[in-house]
């Protein structure tokens, strides 16, 4: 076997080699896609089928679901802001609308625990025109990859507008300051969803 032989073997070995890594790397990219996709899909479909809305008498018809989206044991939901796009969020215009036409209150208790310490447990009250209200519980934190940051305010997922660069609602407790803000996409924050009459 001379050198040009050895050189055709030796290439297509390490040709081989090469095409089986792509051929295993986009299996796996299609597997681990397609899985995540079905996730999200039974997430949406699980978490969103027991929602309550809450007519609170907004010019637009908008209305707000009562509560954050959960899932199957009642926990909140946290989300990037991508995957907040496949669901059915407020826009930055409707959380103005909601900001403008509602009364806002703050609601508070003290909890004690058996051990001496105690927390406060905040909310904000929003009062619709019509006399109807929806909660909207302190999130209390919003999450980094598996850790969780404790925050002292209300946040949760915007649809961006068109000259806007806010992406989430945002209430602070003591002051009740209602605002919309710009949130690093990668957080995770929890959703909150609406529909049109």
Same mark, same amino acid.
């Given at each position: +076997? @001379?050198?040009?032989?050895? $050189?055709?073997?030796? $290439?297509?070995?390490?040709? *081989?080699? $090469?095409? *089986?890594?792509?051929?295993?790397?986009? /299996? +796996?990219?299609?597997? @681990?896609?397609?899985?995540? =996709?079905?996730?999200?899909?039974?997430?949406? !479909? #699980?978490?969103?089928?027991?929602?309550?809305?809450? =007519?609170?008498?907004? &010019? %637009?018809? #908008?209305?707000? %679901?009562?509560?954050?989206?959960?899932?199957?044991?009642?926990? #909140?939901? /946290?989300?990037?802001?991508?995957?907040?796009?496949?669901?059915?969020? &407020?826009?930055?215009?409707?959380?103005?609308?909601?900001?403008?036409?509602?009364?806002?209150?703050?609601?508070?208790?003290?909890?004690?625990?058996?051990?001496?310490?105690?927390?406060?447990?905040?909310?904000?009250?929003?009062?619709? &025109?019509?006399?109807?209200?929806?909660?909207?519980?302190?999130?209390?934190?919003? !999450?980094?990859?598996?850790?969780?940051?404790? #925050?002292? !305010?209300?946040?949760?997922?915007?649809?961006?507008?068109? @000259?806007?660069?806010?992406?989430?609602?945002?209430?602070?407790?003591?002051?009740?300051?209602?605002?919309?803000?710009? !949130?690093?996409?990668?957080?995770?924050? &929890?959703?909150?969803?609406?529909?049109?009459?």
């Amino acid at each position: +076997m @001379n050198n040009v032989d050895k $050189a055709k073997e030796y $290439a297509e070995g390490k040709i *081989n080699d $090469a095409l *089986n890594k792509v051929i295993v790397q986009a /299996y +796996m990219a299609g597997y @681990n896609s397609g899985y995540q =996709d079905g996730y999200d899909k039974v997430v949406k !479909e #699980t978490s969103s089928d027991d929602i309550e809305y809450v =007519d609170l008498g907004l &010019p %637009s018809g #908008t209305l707000w %679901s009562s509560n954050y989206l959960e899932d199957e044991n009642n926990e #909140t939901i /946290y989300v990037l802001q991508e995957k907040s796009k496949a669901f059915d969020i &407020p826009t930055v215009e409707q959380w103005q609308e909601l900001v403008k036409k509602c009364r806002w209150e703050q609601g508070s208790e003290r909890i004690d625990h058996t051990n001496g310490f105690y927390h406060y447990h905040d909310w904000a009250i929003c009062l619709g &025109p019509n006399g109807n209200r929806i909660i909207f519980e302190k999130t209390g934190l919003y !999450e980094i990859q598996t850790e969780r940051v404790r #925050t002292n !305010e209300v946040l949760f997922w915007l649809k961006k507008g068109k @000259n806007s660069l806010c992406n989430s609602a945002n209430i602070t407790f003591c002051t009740i300051e209602i605002t919309s803000k710009s !949130e690093f996409p990668g957080y995770k924050l &929890p959703i909150r969803l609406v529909k049109k009459v």
